[in-house]
């Protein structure tokens, strides 16, 4: 780790452990019902589509078998990850409608205008430079594009001892902003109509069948599959976490705002 990304941190019992909470080919919460939510009212049916950290790829085959999206491009920092997400993409047949690639963190290798539509959904938590990256987004997008985001937001405040113990936990590089303050950045990269929703209170709710994925009579399954101490470091993680999410500190939520035309 030399410039504060976090390549190379989703080992494989790593990302067994959520894709035992989450299921399987997703690293982040709430299935394809939290990503219908992320993208409701976007035209995502006949549009080029970027997924900033797309992860094992299961949200870039809803994006084209749901919703219609013409073509999706996926990028991830992570090269294991981008492997199983191509083999998912190959196993579905989908390989005219979806494409992933392994990028290095920065600046995106893709031409101005060449999307429709930038998603994402908790990546860009990794990502320290949020002006650069919503630059990014601003430059790769047509005029009149949407950029449509999940991610995890924090409060603005200071991290209490109960957030850096999560920290600590949960092991992975991450800059979290307030919402608010990214919904300020994104307007001040020039988009308009900029939108937010503040998923914290069905996070909060989710969280309580989260912890019981990992713990009573599923814990032993969970250390069978992924070994004794990558099983109780999920636990611990997890419900580090909870006391976070509970307390207001760690907040998911959506983003979204259009480039002007
Ligand atoms: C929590 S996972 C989410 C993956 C996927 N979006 C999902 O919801 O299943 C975060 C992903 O962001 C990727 N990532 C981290 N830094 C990145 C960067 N600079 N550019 C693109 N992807 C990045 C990680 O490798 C990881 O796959």
């Known amino acids: 780790m030399t410039d504060g990304n976090c390549h190379d941190e989703y080992g494989d019992a790593f990302v067994a452990g959520l894709e035992w909470m989450w299921g399987e080919g ?96 908790d990546s860009m938590i990794h990502i320290p430079d949020k002006p650069a990256l919503y630059a990014e987004v601003h430059r790769v997008l047509v005029p009149g594009g949407w950029m449509v985001v999940g991610d995890w937001f924090g409060n603005g405040l200071e991290p209490t001892p109960a957030m850096r113990e999560w920290l600590d936990a949960v092991g992975l590089t991450f800059t ?35 912890i019981a994925t990992l713990s009573g009579e599923n814990y032993p399954r969970l250390v069978e599959r992924l070994g004794a101490d990558a099983a109780a470091q999920r636990l611990e993680s997890s419900t580090k976490k909870k006391a976070v999410v509970d307390g207001g500190e760690l907040r998911p939520g959506h983003l979204r705002a259009r480039k002007p035309p």
């Open 26 to 121: 997703f690293l982040s919460p709430g299935g394809a019902e939290e990503v219908a939510r992320i993208v409701a009212g976007a035209p995502l049916a006949g549009a080029r589509v970027l997924d900033v950290g797309c992860g094992l790829g299961a949200i870039d085959l809803l994006l084209v078998e749901r919703f219609g999206a013409a073509h999706v491009t996926g990028v991830d920092v992570e090269a294991p990850l981008v492997a199983r997400a191509a083999a998912r993409v190959e196993a579905a047949g989908l390989e005219d409608r979806i494409s992933v690639h392994k990028v290095s963190p920065g600046p995106f290798p893709f031409e101005d205008g060449a999307f429709d539509i930038v998603f994402s959904k």
């Open 176 to 210: 979290l902003e307030s919402i608010e303050a990214s919904a300020g950045l994104v307007e001040a990269c020039g988009f308009t109509g900029v939108e937010w929703c503040d998923r914290n209170a069905w996070y909060a709710e989710a969280m309580a069948e989260e």
